[in-house]
């Protein structure tokens, strides 16, 4: 009983009655049948017993009540004793004081005559039940302060404000937190109604249903916006809590929290979450949350996979941080030539993606893209053309699902790539026909170098003035098992980005040094031809001693060959490099700039590099009328500097006579020919040699 939340006074006597009731019956009872010879009963002794174990029953419930009740702190260690003591003492003296009661012991008469001595069990449970009586009083009065403190601090020095809000919503008392947060004086805050305070006005119903469900013990918790005098916004959290007086609850205590900053936290969180760090713009996560969306809505868009040619020779040349300077020109180029209502997000390294709504012509955009980037990027003093090539899929007309439209798009960017670059491609069924899994091509690649299985054609070079062969580039080629041939400008890049570069142009170089060493053994001439050999293979220890060792195996001279390399190398024209680029030119071997005019546009670094020759980038001369003064600025720097100097994409009559008219002496491009393989490079050869003999 003393367990339960006994909640009047009605309930309490029902069950000290009920205790004591259940004492006195078991001890008469059991009396009685030891003693039933010597029962005579004494009435105000019975009724003595009666009061007395009503009194401990209704003493020791109360007792028990406070210290069993877990909703009442530990009592105190002494009173807990004193209160234990107490109840034994009066549970203990209650079994004499009945058995004195109703039983006649020998002599009673005569001893009750001489003295009251049998008095003396009423007495102790008269005393214990006095002092049992006091416990709970003394006991109750030290916790019922304590707890009233405990609650006063509470409030008063809670870190958070605190207000006591009456059932109507009116404010009863705030505590120093409350009058902080709100800028307002206790007095001004007191009878106004808390919906007063917020910006979002919370109506009557959401009000009642706030207070219904506190009333039965729900803490509600609210987050919305306040302004305090001061006029700053904040955000707060508000947690109501009842407030039970006897049962019945008179208000809540509505503890509100600034989370301003909170907010804030979590808002910085969920923009880097969805944005990207670099660049600002939107990230992967978010293009695709905002795609889900779309598609929900069935709205139509179409989805832009866009990639730059030439970033990764640059992020290799001049290092990771520059690399960064420049993902985010093209972060800001990109922004400044599309529409607002577009989406652009970065899905990492120089790849972007765009969402473009239906209500404007994608391939305008594209095209518009690809011109805003046939402009150099200028940074840090340095000249970059970073041509895009852009891979299209549409919803819904190539698929209705996030995972297929990413890679419809990037299948149809490297369509693009295939194309030459710096074009666009919108997806169609076909091009699934010719996919390529880049995971199987890498693996695939690299079992063909190691099997030798890739082939070398060789583009002729041409003397313009005499229109002979002056040499030729080797290019390589793979035709693949499945997919058949599959285009450098995809598997180059591959190559560079599994780190195959290297030993992909090792293999080209054995393989060019072993068909010279034939053409040398059936008598056949061997103009000089070059080879394209990457910035990062001059970073390699044993890379002079490699071509120094071939050229040994394979009995070729140094005069027979010529590496290419990028404009790159001027930038990275350490004091080692130049010093390897001297050592190859001692060993005969020519050296000359790939793509010049794209890059860097450094010219001062021509002077330092130890170099023979410049090639004219084909995109100046496929446009050689408008960029007449470019190619003409270019040839005159060369012969200045005692260069020589080539043309490469060289397609019409027309190219051939500017270039003649402006002192260019070398060309080649599909004028003369295409790369072609090497039997029919040596038929070419022969009928030059041939053709001179009978001239002759």
């Not at 009920?18 to 002794?45: E, W």
């Not at 607002?340 to 765009?354: C, K, L, Q, T, V």
């Not at 305008?364 to 200028?378: K, Q, T, W």
């Not at 007449?628 to 500097?641: D, Y």
Request: charged share 25%; with cysteine.
């Amino acid at each position: 009983m003393s367990q339960q939340q006994i909640s009047d006074t009605k309930q309490y006597i029902f069950s000290g009655i009920l205790i004591a009731i259940s004492i006195l019956g078991s001890d008469y009872l059991g009396f009685y049948f030891l003693f039933k010879d010597y029962v005579d009963m004494s009435p105000l002794l019975i009724f003595l017993t009666g009061a007395l174990t009503l009194g401990s029953s209704l003493s020791i419930l109360r007792f028990l009540s406070q210290i069993t009740n877990e909703n009442v702190e530990p009592i105190y260690s002494k009173w807990r004793v004193v209160g234990q003591v107490s109840a034994g003492i009066s549970l203990a003296g209650i079994p004499y004081i009945v058995l004195i009661s109703f039983i006649d012991f020998e002599g009673f008469a005569a001893l009750s005559n001489q003295n009251l001595n049998f008095l003396l069990p009423f007495i102790f449970v008269v005393i214990s039940n006095l002092i049992l009586m006091l416990v709970p009083d003394l006991f109750g009065e030290s916790l019922l302060s304590k707890q009233s403190e405990s609650s006063l601090s509470l409030f008063n020095h809670n870190p958070d404000s605190v207000f006591w809000v009456a059932l109507d919503g009116e404010i009863v008392n705030v505590n120093k937190e409350a009058e902080k947060l709100t800028g307002f004086s206790k007095e001004k805050l007191l009878g106004i109604h808390f919906n007063d305070l917020l910006i979002e006005k919370i109506d009557d119903k959401l009000v009642s249903d706030y207070f219904q469900r506190v009333l039965i013990g729900k803490t509600a918790i609210i987050e919305t916006k306040y302004i305090p005098k001061n006029g700053i916004e904040l955000d707060i959290r508000i947690t109501a809590v009842r407030i039970i007086v006897k049962n019945n609850v008179i208000g809540a205590y509505g503890i509100v929290r600034d989370i301003t900053k909170e907010k804030k936290a979590v808002d910085t969180i969920k923009h880097l979450a969805y944005s990207d760090d670099l660049t600002g713009l939107p990230n992967k996560r978010k293009l695709e949350g905002e795609i889900h969306s779309l598609i929900k809505k069935n709205t139509g868009f179409a989805l832009m996979y866009i990639d730059f040619d030439r970033f990764k020779r640059i992020n290799d040349t001049f290092g990771h941080f520059f690399g960064d300077k420049v993902i985010n020109h093209i972060a800001k180029r990109l922004t400044s030539c599309v529409e607002r209502d577009f989406i652009i997000a970065r899905m990492g390294g120089d790849e972007f993606s765009i969402l473009v709504p239906t209500t404007y012509s994608v391939s305008e955009v594209a095209e518009r893209i690809g011109e805003s980037f046939r402009r150099p990027l200028m940074i840090n003093g340095y000249e970059f053309l970073l041509t895009a090539s852009i891979g299209i899929s549409r919803f819904p007309q190539d698929s209705n699902n996030l995972v297929d439209l990413m890679k419809d798009a990037d299948i149809a960017m490297y369509e693009a790539k295939k194309s030459g670059t710096d074009t666009y491609k919108i997806y169609n069924r076909e091009m699934v026909k010719q996919k390529v899994n880049k995971l199987e091509l890498e693996n695939d690649l690299r079992k063909a170098i190691r099997k030798e299985e890739l082939s070398v054609y060789y583009q002729p070079k041409y003397n313009i003035r005499m229109n002979e062969i002056c040499g030729s580039e080797a290019l390589v080629r793979w035709e693949h098992p499945t997919y058949g041939f599959v285009s450098p400008a995809v598997f180059i890049p591959i190559a560079e980005e599994a780190h195959l570069i290297v030993e992909l142009e090792r293999a080209v170089i054995k393989e060019v040094f072993k068909t010279i060493q034939t053409w040398k053994q059936n008598f056949l001439p061997t103009p000089r031809t070059s080879i394209n050999i990457s910035v990062l293979h001059f970073y390699q220890e044993d890379f002079l001693e490699f071509i120094e060792k071939s050229l040994d195996e394979f009995g070729v001279l140094g005069r027979n060959i010529e590496i290419e390399v990028t404009e790159s190398i001027m930038v990275n024209s350490e004091n080692e490099i130049n010093s390897d680029i001297q050592r190859l030119r001692d060993l005969g071997i020519e050296i000359s700039i790939d793509d010049f005019g794209t890059g860097y546009s450094s010219l001062g670094y021509l002077q330092q590099l130890s170099i023979d020759r410049l090639k004219i980038d084909k995109s100046f001369i496929s446009n050689s009328f408008a960029n007449r003064e470019i190619v003409s600025t270019i040839i005159s720097m060369a012969k200045n500097l005692n260069l020589d100097v080539i043309a490469e994409g060289v397609e019409t009559q027309e190219h051939i006579d500017l270039l003649s008219e402006l002192g260019c002496e070398e060309a080649q491009g599909f004028f003369y020919s295409p790369a072609i393989p090497k039997d029919k490079y040596e038929i070419l050869i022969a009928q030059q040699t041939a053709g001179l003999k009978s001239h002759l």
